[in-house]
């Protein structure tokens, strides 16, 4: 038999019990009871001894007191039921799987997925071509495209996002390095307005309306 221990006023399942591990065993009681009397001859001498049988006067039993309560007994098979589902609830009768999680947990949880989901460096598209995204990237080429300018060129070679090298002009070159800061500053501006929208949720469903 397993124990479910219980916290009193949320339902959740605190831990799980078993009798035959976490419990006392206490042996059952015996009595003699005798099923022949002793027999002796007409000298005196026994022919035959008491004959003792041990009758059952309490079976023995698992003493439970130990295991913390509240607490609810459930069969192997529900327990199994139980833990295959994971569940950390017992509500209505039945073991479930519920969500503990405060505001400010969920808060905590919902912005390390936001800032895990985003990707200031994914790959902008500019010219047809699909370019390094990010600060930095931008920074880089616009560094390349001013040397190149400076030096009287009237192209640069940018390098792509799979690695190739394109052959652009001074102004197309311009037009990039725009892009991929453009596109950067719309990815971090859009990152810190959802950070705030988060950060000032006050009920758990005002934050699940928010999408990541």
Known sequence: ??????????????????????????????????????????????????VF????????????????????????????????????????????VKDFSTLEQKISGKLSLLKNKNNYEAPTECLNISWVGGYDSAQMLNAKRTLCLETGLESCTFTDNDDTDHVLTLQQAKEVCITIATEF????????????????????????????
């Open 1 to 50: 038999m397993k124990y479910a221990h219980i916290e009193e006023k949320t339902n959740r399942v605190i831990g799980w019990y078993a009798d035959d591990i976490h419990s006392i065993w206490i042996e059952p009681v015996y009595k003699k009871k005798v099923i022949q009397e002793e027999t002796k001859d007409d000298d005196g001498n026994i022919v035959q001894n008491v």
């Open 53 to 96: 049988e041990d009758v059952l006067v309490k079976d023995g039993f698992y003493d439970v007191s130990n295991i913390p309560t509240p607490n609810i007994e459930v069969s192997d098979e529900e327990w199994q039921k139980a833990i295959s589902i994971y569940a950390n609830c017992f509500e209505n009768g039945k073991f479930i």
């Open 185 to 212: 500053e719309a990815r971090r501006a859009a990152y810190k307005e959802k950070k705030r929208r988060i950060e000032s949720c006050t009920t758990i469903k005002e934050l699940e309306a928010i999408e990541i």
